[in-house]
């Protein structure tokens, strides 16, 4: 608690703030320079229609790859989620390794570049929960990609998952959207489930976003209620790319989140 007292008159007002309300006014405050940056679905699918996707890896994500054996902790066979999954090299890896996987992205090419750049046949068919949806599965791995918004999905739809492999997906989603993520993240997973975060930090006052600054107080806000959260790597991530957009520092963070035990 933080007291802090004033003299009125003849007599002194004591306010007391609890902590938790400090910590929210901090976090409110680093996040200030993006809170009201918006980017609409549109702007997703223009990126891809335009090939402007510098966020998308060619190869299978090193952070991923190194911590695989804490998120699998032993299991096979596990059911991951990847939101905004693009076309990740990671999906069909995963896969390659029997493991199933359900993503959710708005850009139907990017759905189809994925099935297609890793010479898979897939099949194409509505959702009948989602209005406009289509789901696409692959025929000869346990994959199945949702074009849909993400916010329209949910665990009715897809089930629960033991694994989610959230990479470009937090720092993706407009600042004001990330209570409602939250909710949706963790409605999927499963009491076993290992969900690996990726987030970045940077001076937000030097760069609009996406990808966002997400520091790591707002990390346990939105996660720490009802998961533990246990941060597995942190590693300077600048490149001359993001020297390009005026940074001048960039930490790449891997946070393991689970959920409490009852």
């Not at 996660?223 to 993001?242: M, N, P, W, Y």
Request: hydrophobic share 40%; glycine share 6%; charged share 20%.
């Amino acid at each position: 608690m933080i007291e802090a007292a004033a003299a009125a008159a003849d007599h002194i007002i004591v306010v007391f703030v609890p902590e938790s309300s400090r910590a929210q006014a901090n976090i409110t405050s680093m996040l200030a320079p993006q809170a009201n940056r918006v980017m609409v679905l549109g702007e997703w699918e223009e990126r891809w229609q335009e090939n402007r996707i510098g966020f998308h890896q060619p190869v299978v994500h090193k952070m991923l790859e190194s911590n695989i054996d804490k998120v699998l902790a032993g299991r096979t066979g596990v059911r991951f989620f990847f939101p905004l999954c693009g076309k990740a090299v990671d999906m069909k890896w995963l896969a390659d390794q029997g493991h199933s996987v359900v993503g959710v992205e708005i850009s139907e090419m990017a759905v189809k570049q994925f099935f297609e750049e890793n010479n898979m046949t897939y099949s194409e068919e509505p959702v009948p929960a989602i209005p406009g949806a289509k789901v696409f599965k692959s025929s000869e791995k346990n994959i199945s990609l949702y074009q849909c918004d993400l916010y329209n999905f949910s665990s009715s739809i897809g089930g629960q998952f033991g694994a989610i492999w959230d990479r470009g997906s937090l720092v993706a989603i407009n600042p004001k959207d990330r209570e409602k993520y939250a909710a949706l993240i963790i409605s999927l997973m499963a009491k076993d489930c290992r969900y690996l975060l990726d987030t970045l930090l940077y001076n937000p006052e030097l760069y609009p976003g996406p990808p966002f600054f997400v520091p790591d107080a707002q990390v346990q806000s939105l996660f720490g209620k009802s998961c533990d959260i246990e941060l597995l790597q942190s590693v300077d991530a600048l490149t001359d790319r993001h020297r390009g957009w005026g940074l001048d520092f960039l930490t790449e963070n891997v946070h393991l989140i689970t959920p409490k035990s009852v």
